[in-house]
């Protein structure tokens, strides 16, 4: 078969013979090079004469070296010229990332989160997120850096950034910097998998012109620093692997180290970063099932391959997740608006939650707080607020702050404490009262349904009680033991100070104190419900005193505090609530999509809308389409070759096969790999989820790109990538309003839905775009000068025209309160005047007439 020059040099750049059935992987632009024998050196496979064990190759020393000298020198020239290209692409993708990044001057969709976190760290107040800290603790620190002094709380979108000097553009600047360094990392990263430098070109140019990324890479928000590190550390495996046939060697190591941090950062960024985890982690088992596969590798030495791997990319990753944490809680020492969602124990390493030793024994008499074990520590609490409903007898919440509400005395069933009675302790069992010392109403329960869980299982609890009152058998209660701390035996017997996990049964109903963290309404000032439940699950009815007061209790009286929380523990305690409250995010938004929608772009997001401009990302459908349809293409070929392979036909197209089959196939695997797992998620979803995703499609529909264009000569192949650029940059200026927040007609706006899902608001804009530069518009004609009247100036000042003058119409302006119901220079008649100032204006007129 004969073919062109422009294939038979690309088969060469890749080591490949035009003739088929020898894959090879390099891209290295070099001339054959034979030994004495006239045989060509190249670098053997695993399936060649070559051994893990002792790095020997059946060919000759003195081959070899004269093979490595002059790839070295040539490996050199390559890598000086891509690092040329990279750079150069980099100084124009600039541009383009940071285009006026100070507009919008204003809060700007997930601002309001990742902003006010910032704010956070820098006043060291304890937050709580869904999201590991480490891109947050890195815009943090530019802000820092920048001169911000937290004391904007970006709480809304659309709040000034200019007024009250918030260093908005220096960490913007960073997130966009972040997102530049995606684009020569998916240049280098074609490059390094084995492909030519057009269709490495062209991967990283569509990476630089794509709308959605860099809408999302523009604001302060995770994603552009989580998919740098993700890009990253693809590129730092791709370089490894290429590494492969010399295991243990520095630059083995070195890559392979590089990996692991890559992905102990990305996941520190965003579990999205578990996907990069999974990713490298089935190519690493393929890679390890290889290896075993071959007979020369002793086990011994495969073992060395498993432990290098193991170190390098599971320790060391979970070594930098965890560093990462300890760096978040050092930075956040005192007490803030995430305490609630922690255990006490977590609130009691924080700075202004710290509590002093208290007695371990509960009397009757004690003045007791008690807070909900299943809620993360809220405390039992009344205030002198009643119910809009129900009872509407006084409001019982849970209070997630210290509070003087909190606090309640605990009295036996009949009988009021007295001071000289004997001190007798709370037992398992007993019956009690709880009378709350701020309002002196004992809590209550009755079978009414509560406002909120309308439920017939569910009975309002209310504090009741009057002056001269004692109370009613419905605020009895009887205490039981559901669990103790096992180092105090005493603990289950009587009722203890941290160590005894209590419930409060009803005694009149039989059901269980309870509550599920649900919020109140603005009338309960959005505190959490508590009701009485029937059967209810033991963790929601679970409580436990925290502090006792007692003056009977002898000063020796043994003192408890909850156990000091050491790392791990917090470590743990933190990733399991940020796992929960993940699950928990599925309340709808107005702009939330679901995965199935994504790979077609079928709605983005309205991000930001003022002064008749609007920032929606939308991604530039020219690449995101395109990008799609590469995946199908190859899932497509890839079935039809797996179903010709089973009627026993051979398709190895000159060694191709193999060659693209691996490249695409990973990049494929890894686009599946973070889009697919979304489907199994029911919180809520955003198109900008699918970034990571859309990465390895970008890079996908590169690898097709060469693949196509491999009889393609070089000239040709760049003249078609510089064809699909300059499309794709045509499509990007379409939508760079959007993408900008810049102006725009409405025409231009309605031109641009091509797909009626695009729901952004095309009304907002002007129909010209002169109105959005005011000092640029002509200013309207002035109306012409009408000269005054000298007879209704003398009329208006009440004295007689002078000889002369004439008259055309006959207007008064009489005085000062008069002015509103005169017309002036109309033909209308006056209106109706009071009879005083009516007989005055008519003397007028007979005197001058």
């Not at 990305?266 to 071959?294: H, P, R």
Request: proline share 5%; hydrophobic share 40%; with cysteine.
């Amino acid at each position: 078969m004969q073919h062109n020059s422009g294939y038979t040099e690309h088969m060469r750049a890749r080591k490949l013979s035009p003739s088929p059935g020898l894959p090879l992987y390099s891209d290295s632009n070099e001339r054959k090079e034979l030994d004495s024998n006239g045989k060509e050196l190249r670098e053997p496979r695993l399936n060649e004469k070559y051994s893990y064990h002792d790095h020997v190759y059946s060919r000759s020393d003195q081959a070899f070296a004269k093979l490595g000298k002059g790839k070295a020198d040539r490996d050199r020239l390559k890598k000086r010229n891509d690092l040329i290209i990279a750079g150069i692409i980099t100084f124009w993708a600039s541009f383009v990332r940071f285009w006026k990044i100070w507009q919008p001057s204003s809060v700007v969709f997930d601002e309001v989160h990742f902003g006010g976190f910032a704010a956070k760290y820098i006043r060291t107040r304890f937050f709580f997120d869904v999201h590991p800290p480490l891109a947050k603790m890195l815009i943090a620190l530019v802000a820092k850096l920048a001169g911000f002094k937290g004391d904007f709380d970006f709480k809304d979108i659309g709040l000034d950034y200019i007024e009250p000097g918030v260093p908005y553009i220096s960490m913007r600047t960073f997130c966009a910097f972040a997102g530049l360094v995606v684009v020569p990392t998916a240049y280098l990263t074609i490059r390094v998998s084995g492909h030519s430098i057009p269709a490495a070109i062209l991967a990283a140019m569509f990476v630089a012109y794509e709308n959605g990324l860099i809408t999302n890479n523009r604001l302060i928000l995770l994603d552009p620093i989580l998919l740098m590190f993700t890009a990253l550390t693809i590129l730092m495996w791709c370089n490894w692997f290429n590494q492969h046939h010399q295991p243990f060697k520095f630059w083995w190591w070195t890559w392979l180290g590089m990996t692991g941090l890559g992905l102990g950062l990305t996941v520190s960024c965003k579990w999205v970063g578990l996907f990069t985890i999974a990713t490298i982690g089935f190519s690493t088992i393929k890679n390890l099932w290889e290896i075993w596969g071959d007979l020369r590798v002793g086990v011994p030495l495969f073992l060395q391959h498993f432990y290098a791997r193991a170190v390098c990319l599971i320790i060391l990753p979970m070594i930098i997740y965890m560093l990462m944490f300890q760096i978040h809680f050092h930075s956040l020492p005192n007490s803030g608006d995430g305490d609630g969602f922690m255990s006490t124990e977590f609130q009691q390493s924080l700075a202004g939650h710290r509590m002093d030793d208290t007695p371990a024994d509960i009397a009757y008499g004690s003045r007791i707080t008690i807070r909900h074990l299943d809620s993360n520590g809220g405390y039992l609490h009344s205030h002198a607020h009643d119910y809009p409903g129900g009872s509407k007898q006084q409001q019982v919440t849970l209070y997630p702050h210290k509070d003087e509400n909190n606090i309640w005395l605990i009295k036996k069933a009949d009988i009021n404490p007295s001071d000289s009675d004997p001190i007798e302790y709370v037992r398992a069992g007993d019956i009690v009262r709880l009378e709350h010392t701020s309002t002196s109403k004992h809590l209550h329960s009755h079978a009414i349904r509560p406002i909120m869980s309308d439920l017939e299982y569910h009975n309002e609890v209310s504090a009741y009680g009057f002056e001269g009152f004692d109370g009613d058998a419905n605020d009895y209660w009887r205490v039981e033991i559901a669990s103790h701390d096992k180092k105090d035996p005493v603990a289950t017997e009587r009722l203890r100070t941290l160590h005894s996990e209590i419930r409060f049964v009803h005694v009149q109903t039989g059901c269980y104190l309870f509550s599920k963290g649900s919020k109140l309404p603005a009338w309960g000032f959005e505190q959490s419900e508590v009701t009485c439940i029937s059967g209810g699950k033991l963790p929601k009815t679970t409580w436990r005193v925290e502090t006792n007061t007692n003056e009977k209790l002898p000063e020796d009286a043994e003192k408890v505090n909850y156990r000091k929380l050491w790392f791990i523990g917090k470590f743990v305690e933190l990733n399991k609530v940020m796992w929960r409250s993940n699950a928990g995010l599925t309340q709808s938004h107005p702009y939330d999509s679901r995965p199935q929608h994504w790979p077609y772009l079928r709605r983005g997001i309205n991000m930001w809308g003022k002064d008749h401009l609007q920032v929606y990302l939308l991604g530039n459908p020219f690449i995101w389409w395109l990008s799609s349809a590469a995946i199908l293409i190859y899932l497509v070929a890839k079935l039809l070759l797996i179903l010709r392979a089973k009627r026993g036909y051979t398709d190895h197209f000159g060694g191709l096969r193999r060659f693209y089959d691996e490249s695409a196939g990973f990049m494929v695997a890894a686009w599946a790999l973070h889009y697919f797992p979304f489907f199994l998620m029911a919180r809520q979803l955003f198109l900008h989820h699918y970034m990571p995703a859309l990465y390895f499609s970008i890079l996908t529909f590169a690898i097709f790109f060469d693949l196509v264009t491999i009889r393609l000569n070089n000239w040709r192949r760049f003249v078609a990538v510089f064809i699909m650029i300059v499309i794709g940059i045509h499509y990007f200026r379409v939508f760079a309003p959007l993408t900008y927040g810049s102006p725009q007609t409405k025409q231009h706006c309605e031109a641009t839905k091509y797909l009626d899902t695009w729901d952004f608001d095309c009304v907002t804009f002007y129909d010209d775009l002169k109105l959005y530069y005011p000092s640029k518009i002509a200013e309207p004609p002035k109306e012409p000068v009408i000269e005054k009247d000298p007879i209704l100036e003398q009329i208006a000042n009440k004295e007689a025209p002078e000889k002369g003058t004439t008259q055309d119409a006959v207007v008064g302006e009489l005085d000062a309160e008069e002015a509103d119901n005169i017309n002036i220079a109309t033909e209308q008649a006056p209106p109706p005047l009071e009879q005083d100032n009516r007989d005055d204006q008519n003397a007028d007129r007979d005197r001058l007439l």
